[in-house]
């Protein structure tokens, strides 16, 4: 007999075969503790065991969350990771692949905890080296992990308040539970450890001494005392279901019921058996301040309406709001005015709090709306519009406050702004154009709404114009010059127009000159000159263009604008560049784009697009906002064409100043970008085939140098260069005849630059045979040269030729003479050198201002020296 179970007497061999088969019982089955529940086996789903296992890493997180343990949240962050992996076959079964509401909650709170501890400088500063490197660590990999979960983690976020899918899973019913722990009991007894049991021999009993529960029919009908004694004593260590475990259990189940309840979960038994009533419960988190409706014998009028109206605008911006219940309150509201026929004052009021309840669905500002909802958008503000149109007597004004306010008798009174309306609208249409894929068909669906919006803000125009205030009105006209001064209209540039006829050039001077005359913030009156220059440049308007520029004096302080106007400002240069080069004007159009492409940042100065910064130039915040400022796809300026516009009018203009001043040593470079390519292709060993236009380009100038025209006008003008660059321009036949004609005059004036030396007198026929150009214009380039003084040389009419009257340096000749020009520069500053340190070479004698005294003859020695070789120089020349 177990000395545990002793009683101070001698047992019969029946007891103790009975207690020895007790002792030898396995542990984990038979325990003497009051949690003998927890002990029982249960049989657990593979979710189950998934899920507990993410929810205690996700509880080690939270521990050490409270303790600013970063370098252990890191630890079971990873995980975490490794058991979500785990239990990813289980989530893409049981639940579509969407990952559970309890994790997304523990990432979402992971995320804001790691961007508090960044963003407090202070504590991270005094953190210790080890938890400020974890802490690095958590942020990047969290960042890239939550990459995943972007679309449940924005679900989570606008409503972070709703129970997690796993109360059910942790929490089930009574009677289920019921039933499930009478089934979980049954094997228990059948799984007891048989085989280990001692038999007791000449004993049947031995399927009764494992009934711990309840008193075997011997033990109780047995007179023995001792028998009664061991038995007593044993039952005072076994779990018994007794009247306070009752109690208990039931206090377990009104709190779980509670509980469910309070989330909207309760179950129809249970409720039937507490008594309570049915009522279904919306998705969304509720509000606490959640107005009423009317009640049923009320009666409604536009005060109460009104009232009611106030009631749910209070709840705007508060935590927990329900966004989507207020547009359905909205609604009603609505509804109800109009059942009523309470009037369209009412209703236009009830369009403006609609309007405003739209705006603030959004929850982020710098994210665009969805498009269901800004459709809705539209559809409120054009009603608000029809309304105002049928009323002359209804004002919507932002100077009308709330006591001043008329919605029963006319005039009409209301508080709003449709002009702010309209702005926000326009920028979230923006805001959707840079969310879609440019080069996918929702990005031509979502471009489609741009005949809504200009139709919408030609409406409002016409409210404005009756209602509004002159500088109302400017911002009216700036929205529909923001819409139009990028777009080509192919009757402007008709020749033949009927006079009537009102072009897109009509519709831009007459707004543009409205808000030159009603303006009175500069910002409105510059974007409305920078959008008038580019709608002229875009129909060839070259002269307007150029002369509005120049009248704006915008050039001197746009640096001073906003980044907005200084993008603009960018995008008119470089259409005015685009411009002056179909209109042949090589120097005005180099002029204008050199500026915009000797920075090599042309993407980001023109918003299309962000270039990959080296050693984190820019910040995080700095490229959200940059990303922000970036213009619709639709409105891009295409870079490759402005660089080889560039990079041939840069041609044109180089290659004739560098044969003309080729062994000048004070050179200067027109287009520093053009003349490294030029040198970088010259240094090459093997040049090959070019490829890309920016080569293309260098193997023109190329051969414009050696006065082969027809090679440098195959390179610009071919069939790749065609589709890639000149079949993109507005009149690309023009542009290429254009082409072929400069090209042919610059390699004219290239030869005459270079292989003048060769001639003694050159005829202008043969020039203009070999270069296929007009006598007259080879008379004119010549006469030209020679009046510029760039070609020594006389023309003789009669025999129409050029005589050459000096012919130039050999190039040893023009070496020897850099050579001397170097020498007397170095002779030069070592004067100066002596002159600033000979007082170190004064060692004793004469004071300090005799020794200046001394050396004042010798200070203008090498001016002088070089005056006489200038005058000997002359001299040699005449």
């Not at 994790?103 to 500063?125: G, P, Q």
């Not at 809705?376 to 149109?389: A, P």
Request: with cysteine; aromatic share 6%; proline share 4%.
């Amino acid at each position: 007999m177990s000395r545990f179970f002793a009683t101070g007497t001698d047992s019969d061999s029946e007891t103790s075969s009975e207690e020895e088969q007790v002792v030898r019982a396995p542990a984990p089955v038979y325990t003497f503790s009051d949690d003998e529940e927890e002990t029982k086996r249960v049989v657990r789903s593979m979710k189950e065991k998934r899920y507990e296992e993410l929810e205690g890493f996700i509880h080690s997180i939270r521990n050490h969350r409270k303790i600013k343990d970063f370098s252990s949240a890191l630890a079971s962050f990873e995980e975490l990771q490794r058991a979500y992996t785990r239990a990813s076959s289980v989530i893409q079964k049981e639940e579509n692949g969407i990952a559970p509401r309890f994790f997304i909650r523990a990432l979402v709170e992971l995320e804001d905890w790691v961007t508090s501890a960044w963003n407090d400088r202070e504590s991270r500063k005094a953190m210790s080296k080890g938890n400020s490197k974890a802490l690095t660590s958590l942020r990047q990999k969290l960042r890239k992990y939550t990459k995943e979960f972007d679309s449940e983690i924005v679900k989570f976020r606008e409503n972070p308040d709703l129970p997690d899918d796993d109360e059910e899973r942790k929490e089930p019913s009574s009677d289920e539970s019921d039933e499930e722990e009478k089934v979980k009991e049954k094997p228990k007894v059948r799984r007891s450890p048989e085989p280990q049991r001692r038999p007791a021999p000449q004993e049947d009993e031995s399927s009764d001494s494992m009934d711990w529960g309840s008193s075997s029919s011997e033990s109780s009908s047995s007179s023995d005392d001792e028998t009664r004694g061991a038995a007593t004593l044993r039952e005072r260590f076994l779990k018994r279901a007794t009247e306070r475990d009752d109690d208990e259990e039931g206090d377990r189940r009104r709190a779980r019921r509670e509980r469910r309840e309070r989330v909207g979960k309760v179950s129809k038994k249970d409720q039937v058996d507490d008594g309570g009533e049915w009522e279904t419960v919306r998705k969304g988190a509720a509000t606490s301040d959640k107005p009423k409706m009317f009640a049923k014998d009320s009666d409604i009028d536009a005060a109460l309406v009104v009232k009611k109206l106030g009631e749910v605008s209070a709840a705007r911006g508060r935590k927990r709001t329900d966004r989507r219940a207020q547009l359905e309150l909205l609604h009603e509201l609505r509804t109800v005015a109009a059942q009523h026929n309470l009037g369209d004052a009412l209703q236009l009021k009830l369009r403006a709090a609609t309007v405003a309840a739209l705006f603030d669905y959004n929850p982020k500002v710098s994210d665009a709306m969805k498009p269901e909802y800004w459709s809705r958008l539209v559809e409120n503000v054009d009603h608000m519009v029809t309304i105002l149109l049928a009323h002359e007597d209804m004002t919507l004004s932002e100077s009308i406050t709330d006591e001043t306010e008329q919605l029963v008798t006319a005039p009409f009174q209301v508080r709003g702004s449709l002009l702010i309306a309209l702005e926000r609208l326009d920028d979230e249409f923006t805001k959707l154009l840079k969310e879609c894929d440019p080069h996918s068909n929702e990005y031509v669906e979502r471009l489609k709404d741009e005949v809504r919006v200009s139709a919408l803000i030609d409406r409002v125009c016409q409210v404005v114009e009756r209602d509004g205030t002159p500088q109302e009105i400017c911002r009216a006209y700036l929205r529909k010059i923001d819409h139009l001064y990028y777009k080509f209209d192919p009757r402007a540039v008709k020749k033949d127009q009927p006079p009537t006829e009102e072009t897109s050039i009509k519709k831009m001077e007459k707004f543009c000159k409205y808000i030159y005359a009603n303006d009175e913030s500069d910002r409105l009156r510059t974007r409305a000159i920078l959008s008038h220059i580019y709608h002229h440049a875009l129909h060839d308007n070259w002269f307007q263009a150029r002369d509005l520029l120049l009248m704006s004096h915008l050039q001197e302080n746009v640096q001073h604008s906003d980044p907005s106007t200084q993008i603009l400002y960018n995008r008119t240069m470089a259409n005015l560049g685009l411009c002056a080069f179909r209109r042949g004007n090589v120097k005005e159009a180099h002029g204008c784009l050199a500026e915009l492409m000797m920075t090599g940042k042309p993407k980001e100065l023109l918003a299309q697009g962000l270039l990959p910064q080296r050693q984190h130039e820019r910040s995080k915040e700095q490229e959200k906002i940059e990303k922000q400022r970036q213009m619709p796809f639709h409105m891009h300026i295409n870079l490759e064409l402005l660089e080889c516009v560039y990079l041939v009018s840069a041609m044109l203009i180089e290659i004739p100043y560098m044969a003309a001043h080729e062994f000048d040593a004070r050179r200067r470079m027109i287009s520093k970008t053009f003349y490294q390519n030029l040198r970088a292709s010259e240094r090459q060993a093997l040049v090959g085939p070019p490829e890309s236009m920016r080569e293309h380009a260098v193997a023109a100038a190329r051969a414009m140098r050696r006065g082969d025209w027809r090679a440098c006008l195959n390179f610009i003008v071919n069939e790749k260069m065609n589709a890639k660059v000149w079949d993109l321009m507005v009149g690309a036949d023009n542009v290429r005849a254009m082409l072929g004609r400069l090209i042919r005059e610059e390699s004219l004036r290239t030869y005459l630059f270079t292989y003048a030396h060769v001639y003694a007198s050159l005829s202008l026929r043969s020039m203009a045979d070999m270069f296929e150009l007009p006598r007259q214009r080879v008379h004119s380039l010549v006469s030209k040269m020679i009046i510029n003084e760039e070609l020594l040389a006389s023309l003789d009419d009669p025999s129409e030729c050029a005589i050459l009257h000096r012919s130039e340096p050999t190039r040893m000749q023009a070496l020897a003479l850099q050579l001397a020009d170097k020498v007397g520069n170095l002779v030069d500053s070592n004067e100066r050198i002596f002159e600033k340190q000979g007082s170190f070479f004064q060692r004793g004698g004469a004071p300090r201002g005799e020794g200046r005294q001394r050396d004042r003859p010798r200070e203008g020695w090498g001016r002088r020296q070089r005056n006489r070789r200038r005058d000997d120089d002359r001299t040699h020349e005449d």
